[in-house]
């Protein structure tokens, strides 16, 4: 949480009776004032709540200078550095300073003060200046709702159910954010957070097929019927070709590769394993650049999905883990693993999303084409954002990329 720089000195005043006792609730969590300390009250019209159970509850470190009269609140994200010089007139006044910058509010916002339990209280609307949170009132139950920063950016992240790998290797759904604890998080994971949602900001959440249908993209299953036909997909494909012929001549300074007529294969495959065909022809199209094959893998080795395509190229000894030898194999000085045809080539990325969306068995007579097949957590990834930071690393948005820079596009075509 980010606390503002500001000013502000407070004169210690008698505390009038509060008409009316507050509720708190800070990061979506009752707030249970200790017996004697200083609650949350109204009087005068005007909400206040107590500076340093919030400040203490959103992270910040809170000390009393009772020689000086000044409360100083020092956050998590700055280290601790002296107050400012005092330059007071009147040394009878108290003064909040926030890392090391005096809190000044407007006096529109009301005037702080000290309760006789020896408590600074602030006016509600003072907290969201001071602390930078986002706080709301709920008259219908007298209720004080205060969002810190941090709360908010997890809250945003986790509306988007999309995977993310921590600083820390672990893969987790940003879901499971609102289940941990805010606290735990160095500065350094809540910079990637920040970094993260910047990227997911650059897609829906939801998109809107040709027929009017709306689906929300945290919910698009990998396995499922398709949507887009095998015309579709070609013709999506052939919109596409100009482009591509410009881009490889100016970027790659080569000639457009042919495209191989895949679309029917992803289709019929892709039934036959449950999987949607249409969405694993995108992913095909995104992995190889539309066939163009600009990475580390070869137009020859009928590999569409960059199976076994590591940082290193091969020694041809790699385990075929059960594949069958006979239609998949690695050479040496090759990235990723070499298919005896297109069709093997297209079974086996319809075999490898099918280990990642379930734990069934290969379907009864399928041979394993895919080599790593039982290197995958099974069932770990049902959904197309369940490939992020599984299928690619760090994959932010890999999923959503599918979906809606290319599957999209495939089902708008004519």
Not at 352 to 378: E, I, S
Request: glycine residues 8%; aromatic residues 8%.
């Amino acid at each position: 949480m980010l606390l503002c720089a500001s000013s502000l000195a407070v004169v210690p005043v008698p505390a009038a009776a509060a008409s009316e006792s507050v509720k708190l609730v800070i990061d979506n969590k009752p707030l249970t004032v200790p017996a004697g300390d200083q609650g949350a009250f109204i009087m005068g019209n005007r909400t206040y709540v107590p500076l340093r159970i919030i400040s203490e509850k959103l992270g910040a470190r809170v000390d009393w200078q009772q020689d000086a009269n000044r409360v100083i609140i020092t956050t998590r994200e700055t280290p601790s550095v002296p107050p400012p010089a005092d330059d007071r007139k009147n040394q009878g006044e108290v003064q909040i300073i926030i890392d090391s910058k005096i809190l000044q509010l407007p006096p529109s916002l009301g005037r702080p003060y000290i309760t006789p339990a020896g408590r600074t209280v602030v006016p509600l609307r003072a907290v969201g200046e001071a602390l930078g949170c986002e706080v709301n009132w709920v008259a219908s139950t007298s209720t004080v709702e205060i969002k810190s920063a941090t709360y908010k950016l997890l809250l945003e992240l986790a509306g988007y159910r999309s995977n993310l790998r921590l600083l820390d290797g672990t893969v987790i759904n940003s879901a499971e954010l609102l289940k941990m604890d805010a606290s735990s998080f160095s500065q350094e994971q809540l910079q990637q957070f920040r970094e993260i949602l910047g990227y997911l900001k650059k897609y829906d959440q939801q998109v809107k097929l040709p027929d009017g249908t709306v689906l929300n993209v945290a919910d698009i299953t990998i396995e499922g019927q398709p949507v887009a036909s095998a015309a579709q997909l070609r013709a999506w494909i052939a919109s596409e070709i100009p482009r591509l012929r410009v881009k490889m001549q100016e970027q790659y300074h080569r000639d457009l590769l042919p495209i191989p007529d895949l679309a029917e294969l992803y289709l019929r495959i892709g039934a036959e394993y449950g999987i949607r065909g249409d969405l694993a022809f995108a992913q095909a199209a995104k992995e190889t650049n539309f066939w163009q094959f600009t990475g580390s893998v070869r137009p020859d080795q009928n590999n569409y999905c960059g199976l076994g395509a590591l940082s290193s190229p091969n020694t041809g000894n790699e385990p075929l883990n059960g594949a069958d030898p006979t239609k998949v194999r690695f050479a040496p000085g090759v990235y990723g693993a070499i298919f005896a045809s297109p069709e093997i080539g297209v079974e086996a990325h319809i075999q490898h999303l099918y280990a990642y969306a379930t734990k069934k068995p290969l379907p009864p007579g399928k041979v394993l084409y895919d080599p790593r097949f039982n290197l995958v957590q099974r069932g770990s990834a049902t959904t197309w954002q369940g490939l992020n930071a599984r299928w690619a690393v760090p994959g932010i948005t890999y999923g959503q990329s599918i979906i809606e820079d290319y599957w999209l596009k495939a089902l708008a075509a004519k």
